[in-house]
């Protein structure tokens, strides 16, 4: 690719972290408007269609009533997660150790975010706010599965620094909340309903959805392997093996089971591949090669522009969203070659990067916007969803570029 790309890419990750820094990693969510103050006198609104539609209103709404309605900004243990892997990142590319001590001094704080183990039993982590989705109401602190898989994929992953550095007492330190983290997902998610063996999204519903359950058993698959324990094992092939019974023809998912998760996007899609590519890599295993390959053509064939730009929809580009391109970005460089045309897929990388810079990158305040619709932009800075994944996603893409 052109040496400009990398300092033009490499400028913006750089002032996407100094942007972050400044809030302190904390933020606004698309989800966050149940924090709002008015709830504190009215608390049984948050869990019915008030709620719902208080939260869609927020997350929809290009202009942001967050401060006006006394919603706070907050630290998400997901969003801090995905700025320990960019640390990481940033630290294995320049070797300089001032990435890794921020990467330690953030996952310092996500110990003490862990929800509550007398409850929980194991490591865990969930939201900074309540949450009210179609299918089932969330209290702030209860944990769900893709939160606690990206904070222990975090800790883990910087565990593995720290001892290569010959660092293990901090490196355990970090290590056995993310292997534990495996102990919550088994014990506590594990799922037997209408036919399926799966992972639930969060404790107590049967919500049957592909990218969580697949990321649950990546990392159960992961701390199944590192701890040699074969039970874990056989549960992580069986949960993957129900989803990929599930894939499409075509090499397609859809979202999950029930009616309104009919719809087919890009960034779950990704999700996906890449938490059974893990799985094949952890467990040693070419039974979802298949899998893999026909939802990865699926993948490139209908989630890309030829200007790259990453679409949301299987069947509509819009809205344009960081989140889509960065789990592009990181769904082609971790999976490439699938096809047999790894250089084809960094270029497409590329092109993806260069896209997303000219159109979603507001320099001036050096962060990147929420998402583009077909007849506006929505600018709100959310640190979780689109500053997070930049970082982690850009400065994954110029490690890569060494």
């Not at 924090?35 to 709620?51: D, H, T, Y």
């Not at 295993?285 to 990865?296: C, H, L, M, P, V």
Request: charged share 20%; aromatic share 14%; hydrophobic share 40%.
């Amino acid at each position: 690719m052109p040496p400009s790309l990398i300092e033009k890419t490499l400028a913006v990750s750089n002032a996407t972290l100094q942007q972050s820094r400044r809030d302190h990693f904390a933020g606004f969510d698309p989800f966050d408007g149940l924090n709002s103050r008015l709830f504190e006198w009215f608390p049984g609104l948050k869990s019915g269609i008030f709620g719902l539609v208080w939260i869609q209103f927020f997350k929809q709404s290009p202009v942001n009533f967050r401060r006006l309605l006394g919603v706070p900004k907050r630290r998400n243990p997901k969003g801090v997660g995905l700025f320990i892997l960019g640390l990481l990142e940033s630290f294995r590319r320049t070797e300089d150790v001032a990435f890794l001590q921020e990467a330690s001094g953030l996952a310092d704080w996500l110990l003490t975010q862990q929800c509550d183990r007398n409850q929980w039993k194991h490591s865990c982590w969930g939201y900074h706010f309540d949450w009210k989705a179609r299918a089932f109401f969330v209290p702030k602190g209860k944990p769900n599965v893709i939160t606690t898989i990206y904070v222990a994929q975090a800790l883990f992953a910087l565990a593995d620094t720290l001892e290569a550095l010959d660092n293990k007492k901090q490196a355990d330190n970090y290590r056995e909340p993310a292997v534990d983290a495996a102990h919550f997902i088994v014990n506590t998610l594990y799922t037997e309903a209408d036919g399926r063996c799966f992972f639930a999204y969060i404790p107590g519903e049967m919500a049957f959805v592909h990218n969580a359950s697949l990321w649950a058993a990546a990392w159960v698959a992961v701390v199944a392997s590192y701890t040699n324990n074969d039970s874990y094992k056989t549960l992580a092939l069986n949960v993957a093996r129900q989803s990929c019974s599930e894939q499409g023809e075509d090499g397609s998912w859809v979202y999950g089971a029930r009616h309104h998760h009919q719809f087919i996007d890009g960034f779950h899609t990704g999700y996906n591949l890449e938490a059974l590519d893990l799985i094949r890599r952890s467990l040693n295993t070419n039974e979802f090669d298949q899998a893999i390959k026909s939802g990865y053509s699926y993948y490139k064939a209908n989630f890309f522009e030829p200007d790259g730009t990453a679409k949301y929809y299987n069947n509509n580009r819009y809205p344009l969203d960081m989140h889509s391109v960065a789990q592009a970005v990181l769904t082609l460089l971790k999976l490439s070659g699938e096809d047999g045309d790894a250089d084809g897929d960094k270029a497409l990388a590329d092109k993806v990067i260069s896209h997303s810079l000219e159109t979603l990158y507001l320099p001036e305040k050096q962060r990147f916007v929420y998402q583009k619709t077909r007849h506006f932009t929505n600018s709100i800075n959310y640190m979780r969803w689109s500053q997070a994944w930049a970082y982690y996603a850009l400065s994954y893409w110029l490690n890569g570029c060494k």
